[in-house]
């Protein structure tokens, strides 16, 4: 295009004009968008024209799995189902259990004064598809803002926690996944009660305890569960397991990497839970946190104190 | 060599047949792929097609929309396919009257060149803003693109090799 065209034949401005005109248009959504974050007006109205789209994209997937379970066989199904009232059986008992616990618990609290333990709300969701993305470990699932999903919700699966929400549109919302490089979660040490944050190892598909020193007490094995001082995920919900420390002498902190206990990269259905901890405003002159939890339960690390 | 294939004179091309291509390639991206990384960017090929085959019609405002559109689709950085479009339109206007003139494996090449330096694009801007590098699997999906090429361009020039007036004694 090194020619120029005679002016009598409009052709708009030239091309390189153009580049430098869609180029720093994109540059300035980059920066809004990483920076500010205030982009996500516009992100959730071109979500809703992508929506259909998705629909249809992840609608054959999902005829050819309705297909395949109608010609189920039936000796699987009637195995499932014998399986299935087993363990309804024993969860059966175990709610029950639960339940006389639950009010016997929450007849103690009012007696000590306690604010009562929060109501969990969960909603069922299925997901769509993985994010398409190879840099983020992300899944969109098929409930939005319309269905009352919120940002900083926390999703499960039947073992434990799969990741939280972090960004809804109106009708499908977005999972980032415990394994994602920016994600970290509060947990607590079942067998000790010490606190600890697991963050992402990014492709490992692992998990991390960051800055814990190099003789904390933490065993291979040891079970993590969510501790709720974030007030984001609820409090006891399985994460991960311990499966390698490395102490090395040199190093302050110890490596601590941690198998998720949920099925991360597996499961269909999921469901969030949203909680209503009602926790004390941060007191005025205390530190402030570097970074306001946006939902994403990153927080300075608690003094690592077992109880 | 050129004066040895045949020439064809293709009917103009139709709008409804650009915008149901692009329909189909968000569509194909949209699919839910196990491994996204394996997976040729089809958005990207569509357009490279239609930047080269139609630099008039189709170019960097088209280029920058869709990326918008996989942008939002795919949740990432809003702006991240949308700067690699825009570029990858441009690269591919500015070639689009040399590569035509070019056999098919060679004109595959040049487009295997067009994706990975869209992808490396996206690469980028996503490693300025603090992710991880995804590992070099990432180069297979623009060099899949890139032997899509004859396929794709088959395709989508189909339309333009109808005949005008339907012969019944003709096959095609």
Known sequence: ?307 | MLAERPQYILLPVKIGTIVISFVAALLLDFLPWKDVALVPDFVALTLTFWCVRQPRLVGLGVGWLLGLIMDTGNGVLLGQHALAYSLLAFAAITLSRRILWFPWLHQAMHVALLLIGAKSVEVLVRLVAGAQFPGWTIIVGPLLGAVLWPVVSFLLLAPQRRPVEIDENRPI
Do not use: W
């Open chain 1, 1 to 307: 295009m090194e020619h120029t065209p005679p002016p009598f034949f409009k052709r708009g401005p030239a091309p390189l004009v153009r580049l430098a005109f869609f180029a720093s248009l994109s540059i300035a959504l980059l920066v809004i968008d990483a920076r500010f974050k205030y982009a996500e007006i516009l992100r959730s109205l071109i979500a809703v024209a992508a929506y259909p789209l998705q629909q249809v994209a992840t609608a054959p997937g999902q005829f050819a799995g309705r297909i395949a379970g109608f010609f189920a066989s039936q000796s699987a199904l009637q195995q499932d189902n014998a399986e299935l009232r087993a363990k309804l059986v024993s969860s059966a008992q175990d709610a029950q259990r639960f339940e006389a616990t639950a009010a016997e618990l929450e007849q103690l609290r009012r007696l000590i004064g306690a604010q009562g333990r929060m109501d969990l709300k969960s909603t069922a969701v299925e997901v769509l598809y993985s994010g398409r993305d190879p840099f983020a470990r992300k899944l969109l699932v098929d409930k939005g803002a319309t269905h009352g999903i919120l940002p900083g919700q926390a999703v499960i699966d039947e073992t434990g926690v799969v990741g939280q929400v972090t960004r809804v549109h109106p009708l499908v919302a977005e999972v980032t996944l415990l394994i994602d490089k920016d994600q970290a979660i509060p947990v607590q040490v079942v067998r000790n009660g010490l606190r600890a944050v697991a963050f992402g190892s990014g492709s490992a598909g692992t998990l991390e305890l960051r800055f814990m020193a190099a003789n904390a007490e933490i065993q291979n094995g040891d079970k993590l569960v969510t501790s709720g001082i974030d007030g984001t995920y609820p409090p006891g919900l399985p994460v991960a397991t311990v499966v390698r420390i490395e102490r090395d002498a040199v190093a302050a902190f110890a490596r601590i990497v941690c198998q998720p206990a949920a099925g991360v990269e597996r499961n269909r259905y999921l469901l969030t839970l949203s909680t209503d901890a009602k926790l004390p405003p941060y007191p005025e002159d205390a530190a402030q946190p570097e970074r306001k939890g946006k939902g994403k339960g990153k927080r300075k690390k608690e003094s690592a104190d077992a109880r």
